[in-house]
């Protein structure tokens, strides 16, 4: 079999697609910067599913990759000039910081991330590069859980010394009722898709949703409109490797295979936290509450914000349409599919690890 074409250029598909992983990885991750686990289960995210059944084996990772996606399926046959692959990440990230504002928070929750991307037809620059969420939409790239704030809503509020009749009202209620009212939850949302995807930096609007009955539904920090915009750049942390796991079927499903990283480090400090915005009973009587909340987090933050955060993250790949020994064209997204149904029947693979002298030699770097 011809050795296709990406193998000379892995740097680039594997550095894309790990950095497009952590890329939504902080979409999820930012939440907890506002909070700590334990939160309720009917917060969490839900996703639709992706028109497959859940993976098993090497690809067990992959439970909502857009393969039925027609975008995925728009590669570039083998006689174009460049690339021509599908491919999917799915990340889980475990551990780091944030801080927005003045607050500071250790990523103690994982935070599961899924998407796909590909080369468009006749695109010999291969990056920017699209990248494709869910069937369900960019709202379904991050499953993640509301998370409780280390602060109570009084607190928060600054009850104390409070003279506002709003804040006033809240306060007493809280303070009354406590439990839920008295405690405040954070859900961070998708504000929109992945842009700029430049292999190791790009940027990934985010907002974060505040939950608790006294502060209404459509509490914010960051909205559709001004959201958060973050743009890590991603590395190889201390202690992190990198594996290759082929398809073991490699006569049925040839240039399938699957690249783990362990230990990839994400990292941004320019990125702006806009003001909280829509909390409380509603109308005027939100400014009080929202200026309230703002100055207690320290929010709008121009500067000082930070992001640093480290996971694992797998990517699926198949680069059938760049193989001159196979009957051309390929549909590389079709075949992924494959071999994810194939998987559901108990196929098992090897890890290879690798190290990254010979990771660099791999990718002709």
Same mark, same amino acid.
């Given at each position: 079999?011809?050795?296709?074409? $990406?193998?000379?250029?892995?740097?680039?598909?594997?550095?894309?697609?790990?950095?497009?992983?952590?890329?939504?990885?902080?979409?999820?991750?930012?939440?907890?910067?506002?909070?700590?686990?334990?939160?309720?289960?009917?917060?969490?995210?839900?996703?639709?599913?992706?028109?497959?059944?859940?993976?098993?084996? =090497?690809?067990?990772?992959? %439970?909502?990759?857009?393969?039925?996606?027609?975008?995925?399926? +728009? #590669?570039?046959?083998?006689?174009?000039?460049?690339?021509?692959?599908?491919?999917? #990440?799915?990340?889980?990230? #475990?551990?780091?910081?944030?801080?927005?504002?003045?607050?500071?928070?250790?990523?103690? +929750?994982?935070?599961?991330?899924?998407?796909?991307?590909? =080369?468009?037809?006749?695109?010999?620059?291969?990056?920017?590069?699209?990248?494709?969420?869910?069937?369900?939409?960019?709202?379904?790239?991050?499953?993640?859980?509301?998370?409780?704030?280390? +602060?109570?809503?009084?607190?928060?509020?600054?009850?104390?010394?409070? %003279?506002?009749?709003?804040?006033? &009202? =809240?306060?007493?209620?809280?303070?009354?009722?406590?439990? /839920?009212? &008295?405690? #405040?939850?954070?859900?961070?949302?998708?504000?929109?898709?992945?842009?700029?995807?430049? @292999? @190791?930096? $790009?940027?990934?609007?985010?907002?974060?949703?505040?939950?608790?009955?006294?502060?209404?539904?459509?509490?914010?920090?960051?909205?559709?409109?001004?959201?958060?915009?973050?743009?890590?750049?991603?590395?190889?942390?201390?202690?992190?490797?990198?594996?290759?796991?082929?398809?073991?079927?490699?006569?049925?499903?040839?240039?399938?295979? =699957?690249?783990?990283?362990?230990?990839?480090?994400?990292?941004?400090?320019?990125?702006? /936290?806009?003001?909280?915005?829509?909390?409380?009973?509603?109308?005027?009587?939100?400014?009080?509450?929202? +200026?309230?909340?703002?100055?207690?987090?320290?929010?709008?933050?121009?500067?000082?914000?930070?992001?640093?955060?480290?996971?694992?993250?797998?990517?699926?790949?198949?680069?059938?349409?760049?193989?001159?020994?196979?009957?051309?064209?390929?549909?590389?997204?079709?075949? @992924?599919?494959?071999?994810?149904?194939?998987?559901?029947?108990?196929?098992?693979?090897?890890?290879?690890?690798?190290?990254?002298?010979?990771?660099?030699?791999?990718?002709?770097?």
């Amino acid at each position: 079999m011809k050795t296709p074409r $990406w193998r000379s250029r892995n740097r680039t598909l594997l550095a894309g697609a790990a950095a497009a992983a952590v890329a939504v990885a902080v979409a999820g991750l930012a939440a907890p910067a506002l909070a700590r686990p334990s939160a309720p289960a009917a917060q969490a995210t839900t996703v639709r599913g992706p028109g497959y059944p859940p993976p098993k084996g =090497i690809y067990k990772p992959f %439970t909502n990759c857009p393969l039925n996606n027609p975008m995925m399926h +728009e #590669v570039m046959p083998i006689t174009d000039s460049g690339g021509g692959f599908a491919a999917c #990440v799915a990340g889980n990230a #475990v551990t780091g910081s944030i801080t927005l504002g003045t607050i500071t928070t250790q990523v103690t +929750e994982p935070v599961n991330v899924q998407f796909g991307f590909f =080369i468009p037809p006749a695109d010999s620059n291969f990056y920017p590069a699209p990248a494709v969420p869910p069937l369900a939409g960019p709202s379904a790239i991050l499953t993640t859980k509301a998370d409780l704030i280390p +602060e109570s809503l009084t607190t928060a509020l600054s009850c104390d010394t409070a %003279t506002d009749a709003t804040i006033e &009202n =809240i306060c007493q209620t809280a303070e009354t009722k406590g439990g /839920a009212y &008295n405690q #405040v939850y954070a859900l961070a949302q998708e504000a929109g898709q992945v842009s700029n995807f430049q @292999l @190791l930096s $790009w940027t990934q609007p985010v907002k974060f949703k505040l939950i608790n009955p006294l502060l209404g539904g459509n509490c914010y920090i960051g909205t559709d409109s001004q959201p958060i915009m973050l743009n890590p750049s991603l590395s190889v942390g201390p202690g992190g490797g990198l594996s290759v796991l082929n398809d073991p079927q490699p006569a049925i499903h040839p240039d399938t295979e =699957i690249l783990e990283i362990t230990g990839a480090s994400a990292g941004d400090s320019t990125f702006s /936290a806009p003001g909280v915005v829509g909390c409380g009973p509603g109308g005027v009587a939100n400014v009080a509450v929202d +200026e309230a909340l703002d100055a207690s987090s320290g929010l709008p933050a121009v500067s000082g914000n930070s992001l640093t955060l480290t996971g694992t993250f797998d990517v699926g790949v198949n680069t059938a349409s760049e193989d001159s020994s196979l009957s051309q064209p390929q549909d590389d997204a079709n075949n @992924l599919l494959a071999a994810f149904l194939a998987s559901t029947s108990g196929e098992h693979s090897v890890k290879h690890r690798i190290t990254m002298k010979q990771f660099r030699h791999k990718l002709h770097r």
